[in-house]
């Protein structure tokens, strides 16, 4: 089967017709990324995580590679940008050796 001449595609033993949908640019603005309200804890995170990441000579690549974290999404938590999971923290924590509500702390 020529699948670029047919415009078909095999998934998992069945075929899928895939259709190319054209998007105004304002709503292709609106999809591309998910928003969430930006609430005070968001920038505490970043800036314990920036602080206890230069403190320990790490760069966001390597605190990134100890956590096990995409180093964009962990740029982005710095930025406070990013809306986190306990989880992401929990692992966030462990790459800094800091128990995971010492990043949430206000100092």
């Known amino acids: 089967m020529n699948v670029a001449s047919s415009g ?12 190319a949908v054209a998007l105004k640019a304002s709503i292709r603005t609106m ?4 928003r969430t309200h930006k609430g005070p804890l968001r920038d505490i995170l970043a800036r314990n995580m920036r602080r206890l990441r230069a403190a320990r000579g790490l760069s966001q ?4 590679h100890d956590c096990g ?8 938590v ?11 923290i929990a692992r966030i924590a462990k790459g800094l050796d800091v128990e ?8």
Do not use: F, Q
Request: aromatic content about 4%; proline content about 4%; overall charge positive.
């Open 61 to 64: 690549e390597a605190l990134a």
């Open 8 to 19: 078909e595609i095999p998934c998992l033993g069945a075929l899928c017709n895939l259709k």
């Open 31 to 34: 999809c591309a990324v998910k």
């Open 78 to 88: 710095e930025r406070s940008e990013r809306n986190v999971s306990i989880d992401n």
């Open 100 to 107: 995971p509500w010492k990043l949430l702390r206000k100092e």
């Open 69 to 76: 974290i995409n180093r964009t999404y962990l740029s982005g």
